[in-house]
Structure formats: structure tokens, C-alpha cells
T-cell receptor, first 110, second 117 residues
Framework: RKEVEQDPGPFNVPEGATVAFNCTYS??????FFWYRQDCRKEPKLLMS???SGNEDGRFTAQLNRASQYISLLIRDSKLSDSATYLC???????????FGPGTRLSVLP | DTGVSQNPRHKITKRGQNVTFRCDPI?????LYWYRQTLGQGPEFLTY????????KSRLLSDRFSAERPKGSFSTLEIQRTEQGDSAMYLC???????????????FGNGTRLTVT
């Protein structure tokens, strides 16, 4: 079993739709969690950190369930510019180990 | 530009040749990471430095791979006797370890795309 697993995708949604991505991790010692966005043939860029209480940044909401070892990302009112691959990232050992999931590709269609 | 810088952006080499990539992290960042990414996969961890010390190496990092960060600033990743399976995007990232257990998330460079023919 991989350390970090994500919905395989791809997700093809119309503009304005709400879409949710799921991520599970196997290392119960994981401490910090992040969502990164990666455009085609570009480097990953931090989208948002994920806090225990859940957090929101505009149209994006991240949730963490430590008991189930599960992270989610919700995108509301999706835009064409949201089309990208979304990478779930888990950290343990106080910033020394960052493990990436395989990513979920999103295409927002006009 | 004070972000993470990598060069070259692209490298095409013949099988069996040696290649070296360079990464300049964000200047105040004390941690530096190398990852490898192939099409349709997430980045896979290769190795990690805290200042000049190489603290961890992945099992993916065969004996043909070596990384250095001699003065705790820039880093190089060398691949000897390249194989076609080495073709990938090589990503460098940096972060800052603060006081206690605080640290920043990874900031990536734009990568070096290696093609081995």
C-alpha cells in the first residue's frame, strides 16, 4: 500500500460545479498536511495547508480527519483556471519528510 | 527573483553519459530536497539536506546518483552512466526549519527535465 493515496481521476466538471478530492495516508505519525497544485509541465505550488479544525481559502476548503487518516479538498464554483493536478502531501518528522500522493487531475470544462 | 532556481531546464543525453544538475534554494532556507517525477505520478523523494549535511536518501537513489550541498547553499545532483529509466523531471525544493518544530512548506524550483536517449 502506498503511503499516500488519492482519487485516481481524472475529474471532468463544468464551470461553476463543486468538486471534492479525497486523500488517505497510512503513516499515523503524520503531522502536517498540504494540498499542492501542479499545472502541466510545471512545478508543484502550494495551494493550502490543512489544519486540524479544517480551513477555508476563498473557494477552497480543506478538511482533515486524523482518526480516519483522511484529507479532503473541496472546490466550489470551479473556474477554467482551476484545471490542474492536485497533489496531497503528508509530512512527518517535523518537516523532514514530505510524501506526495500521485495526484488527481481536474479539468474544468466551459 | 528570490525563488528556487534550477538549471539546466532541459537536458538530453545519451545512455551511459554522466549529467549534473544544479539547484539554488531560497537563500534563507536551510533544508533542500531533491525529488523525481515521471508522467502521471507525484514527486518521489530522492534525498534531503539540512544545511550541508545529507540526512536522508531514498532507496530510489542508486549508487549512480550522488548529491552534494558543500557549503549549505546550492546543491548538485549527479547521475552517472545514465539509463533510459532515468528520464524524468528532477525537482528541487527548499524549506526553512524555524525554532522548535516549526517549518515552512516546500517551495519548488521549475525542475530539470532529463531525457536519456
Amino acid at each position: 500500500r502506498k503511503e499516500v493515496e488519492q482519487d485516481p481521476g481524472p475529474f471532468n466538471v463544468p464551470e461553476g460545479a463543486t468538486v471534492a478530492f479525497n486523500c488517505t495516508y497510512s503513516n499515523s505519525a503524520s503531522q502536517s498536511f498540504f494540498w499542492y497544485r501542479q499545472d502541466c509541465r510545471k512545478e508543484p505550488k502550494l495551494l493550502m495547508s490543512v489544519y486540524s479544525s479544517g480551513n477555508e481559502d476563498g473557494r477552497f476548503t480543506a478538511q482533515l480527519n486524523r482518526a480516519s487518516q483522511y484529507i479532503s479538498l473541496l472546490i466550489r464554483d470551479s473556474k477554467l483556471s482551476d484545471s490542474a493536478t492536485y497533489l496531497c502531501v503528508v509530512n512527518y518528522n517535523y518537516g523532514q519528510n514530505f510524501v506526495f500522493g500521485p495526484g488527481t487531475r481536474l479539468s474544468v470544462l466551459p | 527573483d528570490t525563488g528556487v532556481s534550477q538549471n539546466p531546464r532541459h537536458k538530453i543525453t545519451k545512455r551511459g553519459q554522466n549529467v549534473t544538475f544544479r539547484c539554488d534554494p531560497i537563500s534563507e532556507h536551510n533544508r533542500l530536497y531533491w525529488y523525481r517525477q515521471t508522467l502521471g505520478q507525484g514527486p518521489e523523494f530522492l534525498t534531503y539536506f539540512q544545511n550541508e549535511a545529507q540526512l536522508e536518501k531514498s532507496r530510489l537513489l542508486s549508487d549512480r546518483f550522488s548529491a552534494e550541498r558543500p557549503k549549505g547553499s546550492f546543491s548538485t545532483l549527479e547521475i552517472q552512466r545514465t539509463e533510459q529509466g532515468d528520464s524524468a523531471m528532477y525537482l528541487c525544493a527548499s524549506s526553512l526549519e524555524g525554532s522548535g518544530v516549526k517549518f515552512t512548506p516546500l517551495h519548488f524550483g521549475n525542475g530539470t527535465r532529463l531525457t536519456v536517449t
